[in-house]
């Protein structure tokens, strides 16, 4: 049957808190894809090629959805971060999993303050034995692009450009995070002040990664400063300042934020409506009630989200169709939603949850007109 | 007496240690500060039961108090405080995820319970051999991904076949982990928090 809008109009609504022909579906297909497309783990993570075949064999397998979440934001913590990787340390078709352990010492607060995001992050690269990779983390804007460019012919949105952290979060896949926990509350003012003297830096490398890509979204990861971990006045204290920061500069140039907030948020949702109106999508894991975030926000931001990784795995099309009803009829009301996964769609989901999700979206997901 | 509890329930180091110090010169005995502690950490575990609290604070107050424990050792002698029961806790086969089941040992060894951490990735065997090898009646299986779960049940197998699935009482936990997981697993219970972990190792007792 014939759409309205295309995927590319239809996510632009949402977004822009506008009501689309109907809700947009758009899995976080990550790791799911090489097991679906039939190719190695380890391939999909370290060739760009393999990487984007896989993505594309998976969208047309699993019939088509709206938006692709580009999964070389995931595997860049394969380069980035001390991790078990498919190939190298594990069999070629494992999961890769991060190690977290203490990387950055509590002094390396002044190594950041003296010389930057750059100048932390080389050092912590050649402890980690990743200085080599800097070519590759460099590279995350092209290789954007070249997925970008197959899915331009496709009409489909590319749903991120370049990834850019709020410093605390990104000192926390560093310090490991229970170092990170402690240091919230010992090493306050080190924090605040590395903090600012790395922002700018920040949104400079965010900005043209993202205009590498050729994406004018940039993609801001945040789990250490939710209601998982620390108090509402923390995050109050040590996130949200340099949250707006980010938000507000890409939102002056025209640029939309995908806030990939995983675990509970629920405590915090009030203070996101300090950001500007809808300069971002909030994405939420399963972990944050969406209905309440609907609720607290729905006026202010596009929402997404956030089929649980239990239901992929454990529930029926039957279960599938029942929740993403729930979410469209609720969160969906009005405009403002984009139907999704709660974070990555795991690596074992049965292939007809997935497609249940798609499919309930494009058979119910229509607004009256 | 108060004092120390108090300041251990509102996570003031400084007073808290300068209390410890001047208990310890009065000759107060070690076993007793430890056992003020946990009636601080107590008041801990209510705040963050109550969101008056939060991780970051629970993680605070185990700081706090360790290294109270490292300043009283040398005057414990061989005096030990009574253990409440033995768990064998690890993250489960194929998993790597280790930071709730590092938690949740620091809180159950905190609450008195003597924890045998295997670590990350272990074998359904390793905890059948630890179990048969301490005598422990509890065991903590953790895991944060999806394929966290066959290897759970693997576990939950292992110990059956073992003879021993009657023998110790097996929770689980991790960001995915629900009541359908459990029942998939079959393992006894889930712990959602850290706190409720302790909570269901307590109530079972472990000796």
Redesign the interface.
Known sequence: MEEAMSPNERVEAARSLKVPDRVPVSPLIDFVAPRIAGVKTSDFIFKDEVTNKAIETTFDKLGGYDEIIPPQMITLSAFTLRAKLPGRDLPDDALMQVVDEEIMKVDDYDLAIKKGLTGLLLELLGRIGAGQNATRILGLGNAIKNLRVIWDRRNVPVACGGPCFVPVELFAFYRSVQKILLDMHRNTDKIVKASDAMIGESISIAKSTCDAAGVKTVFIGATRTSSTFVSPKMFEQLSLPWLKRIVEAFHKIGYHGLLHFDCNWGLNLEYLRQLPKASCTLELDGQTDIFKAKKILGDHMCIMGDVPATLFRLGTPKDIEKYCLKLISEVGEGGGFILSSGCSVPVDAKIENIKAMIETAKKHGAYKK | MEGLVNAIGD?DEETAARLVKEMLNKGEDPLKIVELCRKGLEVVGQRYEA?E?????L??AA?IFQKIVETITPKMKQRKAEIRGKVVLGTVQ??????GK??VAILLRLNGFEVYDLGVDVSAKAFVDKVKATGARIVGLSGL???A?DSMKKTVEEFKNAGLRERVRIMIGG??I?D??TK?VGADAYGKTTVEAVRLATGWGGK
């Open positions: 996570l969101m609290y939060f991780l970051s604070q993680v605070l700081d194929g998993d790597i995820h280790d930071m590092n938690l991904l999806t394929i779960w960001g995915t629900n359908s997981v998939y």
